[in-house]
């Protein structure tokens, strides 16, 4: 978006919500001068959104500056888990994660698992591990068409996938 505001491609003047999905993360990458820079061209009557895990204070900030009459929505910790998930961590060194992962499926042998990496290459790189080791195993992240997208959901709905990495 800045490149296209730079080059004069993108005309804000019909704008009328702004989005800022993992508000955090982009302030965590420096994305702030960025994200200010936006919000002084789109229009001043507007709805804006913040979405955000954590609430530190340089997001408060931003809401303060840009937002008219924020209500702030908080999730209730006990209402984070549908009662039939079952959710476990371990923190390991990452040498280690592809051999415990192994592990943890073949000892448990869930139906279905989901496997979180922090960026798409990681993804594409667990996958092709894992098909190595003989695991029904595909990737979902950006990078994917919204019909390869689709056709990966509905092979893991149907168990015919046994585990699903995906972008945090």
Known sequence: ??????????????????VLDE???MLNMGFRDDIEKILKRVPKE?????????MPKPILDLTKKYLKNPE???????????????????????????EILSRLIDVHDPKLSL?????????????????ARGYAAEAIH?????????KVMAKFRSGKLEVLVATD
């Open 1 to 18: 978006l800045m490149d296209h505001m730079e080059r004069k491609t993108v005309n804000f003047e019909n704008v009328h919500t702004v």
């Open 46 to 54: 507007r709805q804006t959104i913040f979405f955000s895990a954590t």
């Open 115 to 131: 496997v979180f990496c922090n960026t798409k290459r990681a993804v594409d790189g667990l996958v092709a591990q894992l098909h």
């Open 72 to 98: 702030h929505v908080k999730v209730v910790h006990k209402e984070l888990t549908v009662p039939n998930v079952q959710q476990f961590y371990y923190e390991l060194k990452p040498n280690m994660k592809l």
């Open 142 to 150: 950006g990078d994917l068409k919204q019909n390869q997208r689709d």
């Open 23 to 25: 508000a955090d993360e």
